[in-house]
């Protein structure tokens, strides 16, 4: 399984980048799949799931500025990032989300996508 995250960078507070995450190695439309995120000196966290109906679920700290998306005829996941705040810094990463593994079903992470949100 190869989860490739994209689409961070530099970005100054209130901007809107759009992550990507085109992962391989598993069946992607049967499975829901999550945006997390870890921050410096934190555990990594949930932010964004989506399930293959499209039902999405969002942690309280992004709720109302992220949008989770994902297109499964291109097996990929998108996270629409909008008003970002300097706390949103963190990297990013997809993962497939389910039951027994909420926190990430496989453990090839990647390297994900570093956000960095300037003031």
Do not use: M
């Given at each position: 399984?190869?989860?490739?995250?994209?689409?961070?960078?530099?970005?100054?507070?209130?901007?809107?980048?759009?992550?990507?995450?085109?992962?391989?190695?598993?069946i992607f439309r049967a499975n829901h799949m999550g945006w997390y995120r870890q921050a410096?000196?934190?555990?990594?966290?949930?932010?964004?799931?989506?399930a293959p109906g499209h039902n999405t679920q969002y942690s309280d700290s992004v709720k109302g500025r992220f949008t989770i998306s994902r297109d499964n005829a291109k097996s990929t996941v998108y996270l629409q990032m909008n008003s970002l705040k300097p706390e949103d810094t963190a990297v990013?990463?997809?993962?497939?989300?389910?039951?027994?593994?909420?926190?990430?079903?496989?453990?090839s992470w990647?390297?994900?996508?570093?956000?960095?949100?300037s003031s």
């Open positions: 399984v190869q989860l490739q995250a994209s689409g961070g960078g530099l970005v100054q507070a209130g901007g809107s980048p759009r992550l990507s995450c085109h992962p391989s190695g598993f410096p000196g934190k555990q990594r966290e949930l932010v964004a799931a989506i990013y990463y997809c993962n497939a989300k389910t039951a027994t593994s909420p926190d990430g079903a496989f453990p990647g390297q994900g996508t570093q956000v960095t949100v």
